[in-house]
């Protein structure tokens, strides 16, 4: 199984961007998928999730401002940035729990090689 990201850029403050991650492979159903993302010297930390009956989650600093989606068809997560701002620059990694055959009930969890988004004026 892999996870593909794309869709980061560059963006001035208060400005928009999607993110978009695609797993491929051997893939039987799909649990939780979420996004986290990394700053320069900072922990990771989570930006959002979304379960599979569409419940979301979102960290207090995004709420209102990001929205997480998926499309279950084509096994992907989004994440809508609106109102962007300086301290939401960092590389956003997708991260999804795959459950991998009919077979067995065991989910594991993979990640995205992260995408770059850079909020500056």
């Known amino acids: 199984v892999q996870l593909q990201a794309s869709g980061g850029g560059s963006v001035q403050p208060g400005g928009s961007l999607r993110i978009s991650c695609v797993a491929s492979?051997?893939?039987?159903?799909?649990?939780?998928m979420g996004w986290y993302r990394q700053a320069p010297g900072k922990q990771r930390e989570l930006v959002a999730t979304i379960a599979s009956g569409g419940i979301t989650n979102y960290a207090d600093s995004v709420r209102g401002r990001f929205t997480i989606f998926r499309d279950n068809a084509k096994n992907a997560v989004y994440l809508q940035m609106d109102s962007l701002k300086l301290e939401d620059t960092a590389v956003y990694y997708c991260?999804?729990?795959?459950?991998?055959?009919?077979?067995?009930?065991?989910?594991?969890?993979?990640w995205g090689q992260g995408t770059q988004v850079t909020v500056s004026s």
């Open positions: 991260n999804m729990w795959i459950r991998r055959w009919r077979g067995s009930l065991e989910s594991n969890q993979y």
């Open positions: 492979g051997s893939i039987f159903s799909i649990n939780t």
